[in-house]
Each structure stands twice: as C-alpha cells, then as structure tokens.
C-alpha cells in the first residue's frame, strides 16, 4: 500500500496526515518533497499524523529523522503525533524515542508549538 500525504492547517500548525507504509523509493520521496515544500513555503510548525502508518522500514526511519535535520536546520519543528504500537516499538527499538517530541493528542501536539 502506497504513502498517501493529506495536508491540512490548524492554529497555525501544518498537520500532514500519512497512511500506508513509509518505504524505500516512493514513500520516502513523497514524505521527504512534503516536508520541503512545506519548509520551503516558511512553515516552520510540521506535525506528522502516523496513526494510519502500518510499517516503516530503515529507509523510512532515515527520512524521519532527515525531516527532523532539515526542520531543525531551517528554524523548523518537525514533531510525531498518533504512533501505532508497531511504529512506537521501532522508534523505541532505535532509540529514536527520545530524538522527537511525540504525542498521542492532536490538540497537545498542536498547543506544544505555541
């Protein structure tokens, strides 16, 4: 199942909402043009929806945290909101956990912006 982006703007945040696997080739080339674009156009405020993400495989992972890089590079913030149990055991297996802010809800996720 292939990455889909729906984008949408809330209190000044840019919530992305991702569905599908976050793979090598296609679904990291769409997440990582995404996030640039966004950046790109001055949105500095990214919040990535994963609750519809069912797998990411190391590629995946590498283009979260390029996201994050690039986010943080630019004057951006580039946080997690609504891990499935399968992606939060990988964040936490990488020990990755602890590199993003992450949230379970989107209101919180929002408000830590401000």
Partial sequence: MA???ASREVD???VLDLSGRITLGEG???LRDAIRDLIAKG???ILLNLGEVNYI????LGELVSAYTTAK???AAVKLLSLTKKVQDLLQLTKLY?????YDDEAKGIGSYK
């Fill in 3 to 5: 990455l889909t982006i």
């Fill in 12 to 14: 000044g945040v840019t």
């Fill in 28 to 30: 990291s080339v769409q």
């Fill in 43 to 45: 949105q500095k405020n």
């Fill in 57 to 60: 495989d190391s590629s995946g």
């Fill in 73 to 75: 590079n630019q004057g």
């Fill in 98 to 102: 602890t590199v993003f802010d992450i």
